[in-house]
Antibody, heavy 115, light 107 residues
């Protein structure tokens, strides 16, 4: 069974940094396309970032230059390094495997950016 | 970017009703369109993948159809446990984009 478990969320001040983790079991992160998706409180879903199995990375315009997606093959873990955080980055962040079905998703981790 | 126009935003129906939700893309996305169900405080749950394929374990009252730019999601006989928000997602082109969501309630 494929399982994704996010961690690392919390309360951070505007301008601060946070690193989210997504620990995978049942799949090899480095062999898959993996994405981060977020959902602001009471709002819809927003795609954030993607890393291909070959290592290429892509970002939404709203986070480009501030967020970095990466992976650790030895720990089979996906990361999202978030810098220069803003109030509008407040959301639940989910990781998900993109192919073959953009599924499964993790349970999410809440990031709150507030002073 | 591909825009996904999902409608309606809100839907009220009775138990046993057939309900439909549509998603329209402003560019061809082939078959790479999924439908998710999300309940409060939970991660989205995949119901339909690649436009028309029912995910394993999902009740057969859920269905999807379409290709290219126009897609439809249906529940053949609404059940109380179907109360949730439903989203479409295109993952043919980057950035991947979601519909705005449809909040479904029981009348």
């Amino acid at each position: 069974e494929v399982q994704l478990v996010e961690s690392g969320g919390g309360l951070v001040q505007p301008g601060g940094s946070l690193r989210l983790s997504c620990a995978a079991s049942g799949i090899t992160v480095s062999s898959n396309y993996m994405s981060w998706v977020r959902q602001a409180p009471g709002k819809g879903l927003e795609w954030v970032s993607l890393i291909y199995s070959g290592g290429s990375t892509y970002y939404s315009d709203s986070v480009k230059g501030r967020f970095t997606i990466s992976r650790d093959n030895s720990n089979n873990t996906l990361y999202l390094q978030m810098n220069s955080l803003r109030a509008e980055d407040t959301a639940v962040y989910y990781c998900a495997r993109v192919y073959p079905r953009f599924d499964p998703w993790g349970q999410g981790t809440l990031v709150t950016v507030s002073s | 970017d591909i825009q996904m126009t999902q409608s309606p935003s809100f839907l009220s129906a009775s138990v046993g009703d057939r309900v439909t939700i549509t998603c329209q893309a402003n560019q061809d996305i082939n078959k790479y369109l999924n439908w998710y169900q999300q309940k409060p405080g939970k991660a989205p749950k995949l119901l339909i993948y690649d436009a028309s394929n029912l995910e394993t374990g999902v009740p057969s009252r859920f269905s999807g159809s379409g290709s290219g730019t126009d897609f439809t999601f249906a529940i053949s006989s609404l059940q109380p446990e179907d109360i949730a928000t439903y989203y479409c997602l295109q993952y043919d082109h980057l950035p991947n984009t979601f519909g705005q969501g449809t909040k479904l309630e029981i009348k």
